[in-house]
T-cell receptor, first 115, second 112 residues
């Protein structure tokens, strides 16, 4: 089982460039999430999609947009990258209602550096 | 604003010793999670705690939840080097699609 797949795994951008981080899950999960992880900060929620067709802002949404393309895929876009967006980005998914004992499943992360 | 606070943030302990990591959160939560992260890796789920008094154990790790005190603990028994990692607690709410609010993590180093 692939679980949650993120692409790319590594990326270096110049300030002002744009890019899209891709995330796909094969577990038929309803909910998907984007987090960023910075040293000493834990993980912080950028955006989430509780179900197909819905998206909501998290704690740190500025500078990002998301698209829930279908049930499987949830992408994160940086329109004009800034050095402050240098981070490790994690995508996660969750089955949804009816499965309270299940945790969120995380992808391997995308390590993004902006120069 | 929900706050999740872990302590200690750094912990160095000898093999064979016991220790507890604490996780306090500021508002009522539907679910509490513990995750482990090895350097450069993803997050691995350890425990999901749903109700007051819940206790779960896996190997040398035991997690508990006191919803009245808004406190969860992760107890390490007879630590071994393989437990060296960063441990995160996180809380989630149905109202926000169970998006997680994480603590800053506890970096654990187990030494001989």
């Amino acid at each position: 089982n692939a679980g949650v797949t993120q692409t790319p795994k590594f990326q270096v951008l110049k300030t002002g460039q744009s890019m899209t981080l891709q995330c796909a899950q094969d577990m038929n999960h309803n909910s998907m999430y984007w987090y960023r992880q910075d040293p000493g900060m834990g993980l912080r929620l950028i955006y989430y999609s509780a179900s197909e067709g819905t998206t909501d802002k998290g704690e740190v949404p500025n500078g990002y947009n998301v698209s829930r393309l279908n049930k499987r895929e949830f992408s994160l876009r940086l329109e004009s990258a800034a050095p402050s967006q240098t981070s490790v980005y994690f995508c996660a998914s969750l089955s949804g209602t009816g499965t309270p004992n299940q945790p969120q499943h995380f992808g391997d992360g995308t390590r993004l550096s902006i120069l | 604003e929900l706050k999740v606070e872990q302590n200690p943030l750094f912990l160095s302990m000898q093999e064979g010793k016991n220790y507890t990591i604490y996780c306090n959160y500021s508002t009522t939560s539907d679910r509490l999670y513990w995750y482990r992260q090895d350097p450069g890796k993803s997050l691995e789920s350890l425990f999901v705690l749903l109700s007051n008094g819940a206790v779960k154990q896996e190997g040398r790790l035991m997690a508990s939840l006191d919803t009245k005190a808004r406190l969860s603990t992760l107890h390490i028994t007879a630590a071994v080097h393989d437990l060296s990692a960063t441990y995160f607690c996180a809380v989630g709410f149905e109202g926000s699609g169970y998006a997680l609010n994480f603590g800053k993590g506890t970096s654990l180093l187990v030494t001989p």
